[in-house]
């Protein structure tokens, strides 16, 4: 054996080979020597360019290739560095899992940070039927309820932010007393819909359903004389009475109910002055002439009109308030209120969470949203937005400028003379006629560098774009219908879609692509090919409307006024039927019906307050019985120059004359004076 591939053992001088462990005599570990740390002049040669460099060189001269990546060179000596592979280890882990938590958070961000914009996510069914008041939850069967709906100014019922919740109430006796200038009554039955219906309670006068649907506050045991009356609020199954002194404006919402309906903000009376409360779970007092108009969840932001001004205020300190303005109105607020853009005088301002308010730009119209965007407007012009926040939003100015507000929450003018504006679901394509040219013109709204685009060189009566933005149908000069993608040639979609009413009851468009629209008396539909007719309702359609959930088509069959809805399109099942009005197109037959062996008087109408009315409205009609001087309420229809009533005892015609809508009336040494419209009697 070579010596110079030996190892001599240290316990008993044993040679042994090299690559010995242990002493093959005594059994002892070999001790080996070290390698040398450092050998003279080592020369290493660059892997990039084969240069050979010193040691002490750190990177190569020729290609700037660092030392640490050449290997040596042959012939060289050789220089044993200790391997740094644990310390690499050591800071490779900590560095790779600091990357996936960045990872995780970022990915959690995209999936949890709620959307720019929300959507109704279904839709619930409330009208009054001729056998009772005709209820479809979301996605499920038709249930009828007897009796009427008792509209809440103008509006049979209320629905929550995504749609697949409602309330509504109704009124089973129809009979009400005369009492001095009042009309009292014992209220109404309250309905809530989600899943089943449920009957909240009775004797109800008014309510306020949350945003979420998940919590009704509402109105009970009104006393007009003594001007007073109880709010009490419905949630989870349970009813509490929040208090009795519940001011009787209650009708002009001074009553607020949060997002999550946990949280209250009303008017009430103390010592015949009004003030501020509110419930959390318990009173808070607000201050005197408080008269809330929205609250968000937890009280972080309520928003309120106190002695002619309107303010914002974080939290329940009211120093920790801001002026809004005096002359406010048109109210938007966003999905959790932390938002409010709104008129004051003829300035359009915004306030963000309950900050001092910045000015926008002219007197805003209406907001622009993506079709099916959550909303609610309440009478009060209050409306509520399914918007994250205001940043990069458009709406339209009394001017017909489209106006964007952007990210810094100022405006910036994105066209001009617009009307018919559409925004994508991308929330940033607009598709828009200009109203000097009635031409298509297509804008990327967010790209404050961009142009708008003549897509079409055609007259354009009415446009409805589709919701990727890149395709739309529009009615031309001639009330021709066509179809236009990207900016390629248009499609005739029909020839004879008919001018005669209005457009607005006789074309929509249905979940973002889908045109419907009623042609000699028949209901067709496109989604961009020649128009086909669907023939899968009785009668002769007469108007058709959509929330973009569902497409409702109203027919006549022979007198008959019949509902038919669809979910998709394609199904379309009868929902609603008013025989009672069948009559409406026989003059002959309703001149001749009489109400009974009693003699009426019509002394006033109400329900609809505009003042317009057609023989397809229907709404509320008071009138008196002058043999027993009892006030009775029943269904009505104008229908030309006469008011045709149906109650549970028969129908009843009679001319009308509309004065401030009310009918003055006296018979005999009987007079009877109605409060005026705007002090809706109950």
Not at 8 to 26: H, I, Q, R, Y
Not at 334 to 363: A, F, H, P, W
Request: charged share 25%; hydrophobic share 35%.
């Amino acid at each position: 054996m070579d010596s110079s591939d030996t190892v001599k053992c240290k316990a008993c001088g044993l040679d042994m080979p090299e690559n010995a462990v242990f002493c093959g005599s005594c059994g002892t570990p070999v001790e080996k020597e070290p390698a040398a740390v450092e050998a003279a002049n080592p020369i290493w040669k660059c892997k990039n360019c084969g240069t050979e460099i010193k040691d002490e060189i750190k990177f190569c001269g020729v290609c700037g290739t660092p030392a640490g990546s050449s290997g040596p060179s042959s012939g060289a000596t050789v220089k044993q560095i200790s391997s740094p592979k644990k310390n690499v280890k050591k800071i490779i882990v900590p560095v790779a899992i600091a990357l996936i938590a960045v990872a995780a958070l970022i990915i959690a961000a995209v999936l949890f940070i709620p959307p720019k914009y929300g959507f109704q996510k279904g839709n619930v069914y409330i009208s009054q039927g001729s056998d009772g008041v005709v209820v479809i939850p979301h996605n499920k069967n038709r249930q009828v309820i007897e009796g009427y709906i008792r509209k809440i100014n103008g509006f049979e019922s209320m629905s929550s932010l995504d749609g697949t919740k409602a309330a509504f109430m109704i009124d089973e006796k129809r009979i009400v007393t005369y009492a001095g200038a009042k009309i009292i009554n014992e209220g109404y039955d309250l309905y809530l819909v989600t899943e089943t219906i449920q009957r909240i309670d009775s004797g109800v006068y008014y309510f306020y359903l949350a945003a979420s649907g998940n919590a009704i506050a509402y109105v009970k045991e009104y006393d007009p004389l003594n001007e007073n009356c109880e709010l009490w609020l419905y949630s989870n199954g349970n009813k509490t009475r929040i208090t009795s002194r519940l001011g009787t404006n209650f009708e002009d919402n001074f009553v607020a109910i949060s997002p999550d309906g946990r949280t209250l903000a009303y008017t009430t009376v103390r010592e015949e002055r009004y003030a501020g409360v509110l419930w959390n779970g318990s009173e808070n007092d607000l201050g005197s002439n408080v008269f809330p108009f929205a609250v968000s969840n937890d009280t972080k932001y309520l928003y309120y009109k106190r002695n002619e001004s309107f303010y914002v205020q974080k939290g329940l300190n009211n120093e920790n308030r801001e002026k809004l303005g005096e002359n406010s109105r048109n109210f938007h607020l966003n999905r959790d209120l932390s938002q409010i853009v709104y008129i004051d005088g003829v300035r359009t301002y915004i306030s963000t969470k309950g900050e001092s308010r910045l000015s926008l730009s002219g007197t805003m119209l209406n907001f622009i949203l993506p079709g099916g965007t959550g909303f609610i407007r309440s009478e009060n012009m209050v409306s509520f937005i399914d918007v994250a926040n205001f940043s990069n939003t458009f709406y339209v100015n009394g001017d017909d400028s489209l106006i964007r507000i952007n990210g810094k929450y100022e405006t910036d003018s994105v066209a001009r003379n617009v009307k018919d504006v559409f925004l994508a679901k991308d929330g940033k394509t607009l598709n828009y006629i200009r109203t000097s040219n009635n031409r298509l013109h297509r804008l990327n709204g967010l790209n404050a560098k961009a142009e708008p685009v003549q897509v079409s060189d055609v007259f354009i009566r009415n446009l409805y774009a589709i919701d990727d933005g890149k395709s739309v149908f529009y009615v031309n000069d001639d009330y021709d219908i066509f179809y236009l993608k990207g900016e390629g040639k248009p499609f005739t979609v029909s020839n004879n879609f008919s001018s005669r009413g209005s457009l607005y009851s006789r074309i929509v468009l249905f979940n973002g692509n889908t045109l419907f629209y009623i042609a000699d008396d028949e209901l067709y539909m496109s989604t961009g090919g020649r128009g086909s007719v669907i023939r899968a309702m009785n009668g002769d359609v007469k108007q058709i409307s959509t929330n973009m959930i569902t497409l409702e088509v109203t027919t006549e069959d022979y007198g008959d006024v019949l509902t038919y809805r669809s979910s998709d399109g394609n199904k379309f099942d009868l929902i609603n039927e008013n025989p009672y009005i069948k009559t409406l197109f026989d003059d002959a037959d309703i001149m001749d019906q009489s109400f009974g062996d009693y003699r009426h008087e019509i002394i006033g109408i109400w329900g609809d307050e505009t003042g317009y009315h057609d023989y397809r409205r229907d709404g509320y009609v008071i009138f008196v019985d002058l043999r027993s001087k009892s006030v009775i309420e029943g269904l009505y229809i104008i229908y030309g120059d006469n008011i045709i009533v149906k109650t549970d005892g028969g129908i009843l015609s009679a001319p009308y004359n509309i004065v401030n809508h009310i009918l003055s009336v006296s018979y005999g040494d009987v007079k009877f004076e109605l409060p005026r419209l705007d002090t809706r009697p109950n």
